[in-house]
């Protein structure tokens, strides 16, 4: 093949990659072109910091050998970040940080730990460069290769936002200075006079502050901090936020999110016109089989289970669940009883959560002898250990997916199913008016409902319960309670530190 010859052109907008393979020594080599905005094509100029927001499209040569190298890593990195998170779930961000630099150097991964515990850009060696470009390079490999897959997108949105952030809380003052210069952002520090005219405010909004005069607090638009905002853990005055230093992580976090969800669109169009390149089908298919997002799904991790018991199942239901299990629980706790459909749907999800079969057989034993004598739950128990995997075929059944939960048949004795989509209009609206809502939180989930947008409606109850913005849709029960438990667990832990997590 003639080395000049473009043998793919993929358009990120006004930004594009071309490639070409170098038939005298064989190397494939991928060539990305400058996005017209880059002001200089030196990658010193490019890369004068750790710690990157990924908005240009990398450019320069690289080759496949080097890009499969570079992407697997990152794909490790991410999984190492999702391990140490839910491993660590009481710990504070930076000694998560340092969890993580440990494993990536026990690992061998030591151009990662060298990014990661960087205080931001004290060095510009061609060693800096490398590293930084290989980083920016790979993040958008597996950009690239989440984009068609929603729950693979949620987990690499997730764990690159986690690992911004614990970078972002490795950086000096210096180093956060130069990153808010390179980005523009132009948030400077309130002068003393101006601290002092809202001192009372600034003491009300963060009362863990005990020195005021020592602290910086920068003026942001308060669109860049939604969450603090609702959270009521700074004071705004005409449209502007007075955030002190401590959250200022907070910021660039929720952009760099920002950022990334935007991103996705791009990445799509650039993934369908590499659709039939060989040379990247199978990096990418080695990539997505390899992100275990289940991994989320079904994590019972020891720090996770502390939290669950028995003897917590009404809180859990009250705070975590998912309206579908909320009110299979209910039920079962009203009736005593739930029909086949449901007995499944709500075992199989208590499993997922970590139930062992013991306390499950108990939870189920305690409510059916209510209203049943031995020998009628003889026949339960059967089916409780088949879910378990210890009867029959003795398969480890995963917990019901919302798809497949959205194809059930409900019948009018049945409290299965998914609310959002099988609950009768009146029923509906009373269950949500015994969780508490107020009539226009009920009402814009029923509308999300009623117009069939189910994901929606169960994200907009999660957001309304939480009281929080979240980016991705839930596909998955036990993934709406794990992240349920995380998010509490880290609100809690997050804010008695002042490091959330
Ligand atoms: Fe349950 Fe999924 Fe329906 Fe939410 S969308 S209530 S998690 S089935």
């Not at 935007?262 to 298919?285: C, G, K, M, P, Q």
């Not at 939870?363 to 009867?391: P, Q, S, V």
Request: charged residues 25%; glycine residues 4%.
């Amino acid at each position: 093949m003639n080395s000049q010859l473009p043998i793919y052109c993929a358009c990120y907008k006004f930004k594009w990659i071309k490639c070409y393979e170098i038939s005298s020594n064989m190397v494939s080599t991928m060539t990305f072109q400058v996005p017209i905005k880059l002001s200089s094509r030196n990658p010193g100029d490019s890369y004068p910091h750790d710690l990157q927001l990924y908005r240009n499209v990398p450019f320069g040569e690289i080759t496949l050998e080097e890009l499969q190298e570079i992407s697997e890593t990152r794909l490790k990195v991410l999984s190492l970040v999702e391990r140490i998170h839910l491993q660590k779930l009481t710990m504070s961000v930076s000694q998560r940080r340092v969890a993580l630099i440990e494993e990536l150097y026990k690992q061998g991964l030591n151009e990662f730990g060298r990014l990661i515990k960087s205080s931001g850009c004290k060095s510009c060696t061609d060693m800096d460069i490398r590293i930084r470009r290989r980083d920016h390079i790979s993040h958008f490999m597996l950009r690239s290769t989440v984009v068609f897959n929603e729950s693979k997108k949620r987990w690499f949105f997730k764990q690159e936002a986690r690992l911004f952030k614990w970078r972002f809380s490795s950086l000096d003052n210096e180093g956060i200075r130069q990153f808010m210069h390179i980005n523009n952002f132009n948030f400077s520090p309130i002068s003393q006079n101006e601290k002092e005219n809202i001192r009372e405010h600034l003491h009300m909004s963060s009362p863990n502050i005990n020195d005021i005069d020592n602290t910086q607090f920068y003026r942001i638009p308060f669109f860049h901090i939604a969450n603090l905002i609702r959270k009521r853990k700074v004071f705004v005055m005409q449209g502007e936020a007075f955030v002190p230093e401590q959250e200022m992580a907070f910021v660039f976090v929720s952009y760099f999110r920002r950022t990334l969800i935007s991103s996705f669109e791009v990445a799509r169009e650039a993934r369908a016109n590499l659709y039939n390149d060989e040379r990247f089908t199978h990096i990418f298919t080695y990539l997505e089989n390899n992100i275990l997002t289940q991994n989320t799904v079904l994590v019972r991790e020891q720090e996770m289970q502390q939290y669950i018991s028995l003897d917590k199942l009404d809180e859990l239901a009250e705070t975590s669940y998912p309206l579908c299990m909320r009110v299979l629980h209910k039920a079962l706790r009203k009736n005593h009883h739930l029909t086949h459909g449901g007995r499944i749907q709500y075992c199989l999800f208590l499993k997922g959560m970590g139930l062992s079969l013991s306390d499950a057989m108990t939870f189920w034993k305690n409510e059916f002898m209510k209203i049943m004598d031995d020998t009628a739950f003889k026949e339960h128990t059967y089916y409780i250990r088949f879910n378990y995997g210890k009867e029959g075929s003795r398969r480890d059944y995963q917990p019901y997916k919302c798809l497949r939960i959205l194809e059930s048949i409900v019948g009018p004795r049945d409290y299965h199913g998914c609310p959002f989509k099988h609950m009768l209009h009146d029923t509906f609206e009373e269950e949500l008016t015994n969780c508490g809502f107020n009539a226009s939180e009920r009402s814009a989930i029923m509308k999300l409902s009623k117009d069939g947008q189910y994901f929606a409606a169960c994200n907009k109850y999660y957001e309304i319960k939480h009281d929080c913005l979240n980016d991705t849709l839930f596909e998955h029960p036990n993934i709406y309670f794990n992240e349920s438990m995380k998010h509490r667990t880290a609100y809690h832990y997050g804010s008695e530190t002042g490091d959330a997590v």
